[in-house]
């Protein structure tokens, strides 16, 4: 296994390999001098923008490599990048599609809310899941219905849900009236709904470049997840941690479908049945296991406070969010969609985990 994070070059050499048209698929044969036969050995390039020393790379990104080249017997080779090295968190879908790598991103919908993939932004509509559990079973289910059509020159391998976002502060948060003015980093167009809903100044800035953010003061707070909030240092820059579950981020592994039309049928269907399937295991497992343990790792770490609001606290937030959820279903009618019907199943999957929509 290789894993590397090289930055300009990578990118660089991401260019190349998309220019060249070769992708990662480039493939060797080894010859069984005992039988005659030979058996090909394929390289799959595979790209996470989470940086190396994220939890998700080092407990799931990296040990799945080892799976892969395990459970296909080395006929698979992955050569692994991180940290962004050939595209970014922003570019999966324009990445993946065009070869620049063949499989990973992983892909994040909110990043693409213009594109075909806006139907999956239903998952980033405020206070729809308590946790990565239900969100991942609700979502999977809601793409095999109303999603499968936006994946056009991508293959979609699955969804995984990191652990509900929360507020990452340069100073301390204690109520919801001190959101008014505050300069809130928000990626997408539901969180710039949700920033404006609390009087908060939206500030568009990308996950690459949000600790400088916080740093120079461009941004006062940070709606993130907490876990990945200790993988991305942000304590030192924002060390007040308030819990307020906002919503989720959702990412999907996705690969190439050139490259996935190439592989043998065997090696589609393990892919399938389990090469996907456990790098989701593996990334909600890695999820689970960081929230369980995320409020002293938290302190330990060097933040500040670790602060749960109270439920009241917390309804003045959920209270501002019905329009989105109404404005969500207009978009969607607006694109052509039925989003009455999309609103409606993804109401009756929640309510099938024993969940009802926030107001």
């Avoid at 010859?31 to 799931?60: C, L």
């Avoid at 959702?250 to 690969?255: E, K, R, W």
């Avoid at 497992?285 to 109270?310: C, H, Q, R």
Wanted: with cysteine.
């Amino acid at each position: 296994m290789r894993v590397k994070s090289l930055g300009i070059f990578g990118i660089i050499f991401g260019i190349v390999l998309f220019l060249s048209g070769c992708g990662g698929s480039d493939s060797t044969s080894s010859s069984d001098e005992s039988s005659g036969e030979s058996e090909e050995s394929i390289t799959m390039v595979t790209n996470f923008w989470q940086p190396t020393a994220h939890h998700t790379v080092k407990n799931a990104f990296e040990p799945w490599v080892d799976y892969v080249e395990e459970k296909t017997n080395g006929r698979i080779k992955v050569d692994l990048y991180s940290g962004g090295a050939l595209g970014s968190s922003t570019t999966v879908l324009q990445d993946v599609s065009g070869g620049v790598y063949d499989f990973g991103g992983p892909l994040v919908p909110t990043y693409h809310y213009d594109t075909e993939l806006f139907p999956l932004t239903i998952g980033d509509l405020p206070f729809a899941f308590p946790d990565i559990e239900s969100a991942t079973r609700v979502m999977d289910q809601f793409i095999e219905k109303h999603a499968q059509d936006s994946f056009k020159d991508i293959v979609y391998m699955g969804i995984g849900a990191s652990d509900p976002y929360t507020l990452i502060s340069s100073k301390p948060i204690t109520k919801f009236e001190q959101m008014k003015g505050l300069k809130l980093r928000v990626t997408g167009t539901v969180a710039g709904e949700l920033a404006k809903g609390w009087g908060s100044t939206p500030v568009a800035v990308a996950y690459e470049d949000t600790y400088d953010a916080l740093q120079k003061g461009i941004v006062d707070a940070n709606i993130f997840p907490s876990t990945g909030s200790i993988s991305n240092s942000y304590f030192e820059v924002a060390p007040y941690l308030t819990n307020i579950p906002a919503y989720m981020s959702y990412q999907a592994p996705v690969m190439n479908r050139a490259f996935y039309d190439k592989l043998p049928d065997d090696l589609k269907k393990l892919f399938e049945e389990d090469l996907a399937p456990k790098l989701i295991e593996m990334y909600e497992d890695t999820y689970l296991a960081e929230v369980e343990k995320i409020e002293t790792e938290w302190i330990n770490s060097g933040g500040k406070e670790y602060k749960e609001f109270p439920e009241e606290e917390l309804d003045k937030f959920r209270g501002t969010v019905k329009p989105i959820w109404d404005n969500w279903v207009k978009e969607a009618n607006g694109r052509g969609l039925n989003g009455e019907e999309m609103m409606n199943d993804f109401i009756e999957l929640l309510e099938s985990e024993g969940l009802k929509a926030p107001f």
